[in-house]
């Protein structure tokens, strides 16, 4: 089936075209809104991984510190320039793309497509909630994740990732802890410390909540802290 065409040019008002546009999903008003918001939306989600892993690729290069902003000045810290460049405002925003570009870098060169057409399939919100499990899980695990992020709705997506982390409510004070310390991160090189402190504590055994993995680094920054104190 040809995909219905977005009509019009330069000549043609907005209001002209979106008509049209909807004129190609029949004659039924309302039902013609639904399906041209799900063909738009389906169209839309095809670029999104791509944008992901080039953000990733721009986290990861330190691009700000190289380029310059419409005005032609640098930019003063890599969120100013996500912002400009991305056209988002929140900076947790951006960290979302810049997680799953990070979750589709490290997986292996054939499940990257899978990964790809589960975030044209499902967004990227759900991708980022569901990225620190799949960065750890298993073959098999990570085929159960990703079917699992096509079928559940986001909230139940979140309760089913913080069970298999450990950090579900009722499960003591090491998710409140992990939560608060990512919200109030001063910037994204901090958050992006914490993150990967946290995802290397749980894959490393140093323990299961965020208080515990604090303490093992903790425990391990005084050994070696303690004797360039006492010089």
């Given at each position: 089936m040809t995909a219905p065409a977005i009509l019009g040019n330069a000549d043609t008002t907005m209001a002209t075209r979106v008509e049209a546009f909807l004129a190609q999903f029949g004659p039924d008003r309302a039902e013609a809104l639904?399906?041209?918001?799900?063909?738009?939306?389906?169209?839309?989600?095809?670029?999104?991984?791509?944008?992901?892993?080039?953000?990733?690729?721009?986290?990861?290069e330190q691009i700000w510190s190289k380029v310059r902003g419409p005005d032609g000045k640098p930019f003063a810290s890599p969120e100013q320039f996500f912002e400009q460049t991305l056209g988002l405002g929140a900076w947790r925003s951006i960290w979302r793309y810049v997680t799953v570009g990070r979750v589709i870098a490290a997986a292996p060169n054939g499940e990257r497509e899978s990964?790809?057409?589960?975030?044209?399939?499902?967004?990227?919100?759900?991708?980022?909630?569901?990225?620190?499990?799949?960065?750890?899980?298993d073959d098999d695990a990570r085929r159960t994740w990703l079917e699992r992020t096509r079928a559940l709705d986001v909230e139940a997506l979140q309760a089913a990732v913080s069970d298999a982390r450990g950090t579900g409510r009722g499960r003591g004070e090491g998710d409140r802890v992990e939560r608060y310390l990512l919200a109030v991160a001063p910037d994204m090189e901090a958050r992006a410390t914490m993150e990967r402190l946290f995802w290397l504590g749980r894959r490393l055994d140093k323990g299961r909540t965020?208080?515990?993995?604090?303490?093992?680094?903790?425990?391990?920054?005084?050994?070696?802290?303690?004797?360039?104190?006492?010089?």
């Open positions: 639904h399906l041209a918001l799900r063909d738009v939306a389906a169209r839309a989600r095809q670029h999104l991984a791509l944008l992901a892993e080039l953000a990733w690729l721009a986290h990861e990964l790809r057409a589960l975030v044209a399939e499902a967004g990227i919100t759900k991708v980022a909630i569901v990225a620190p499990v799949l960065e750890t899980a965020a208080i515990s993995i604090l303490v093992a680094a903790a425990q391990e920054a005084l050994a070696s802290w303690e004797p360039e104190a006492a010089r």
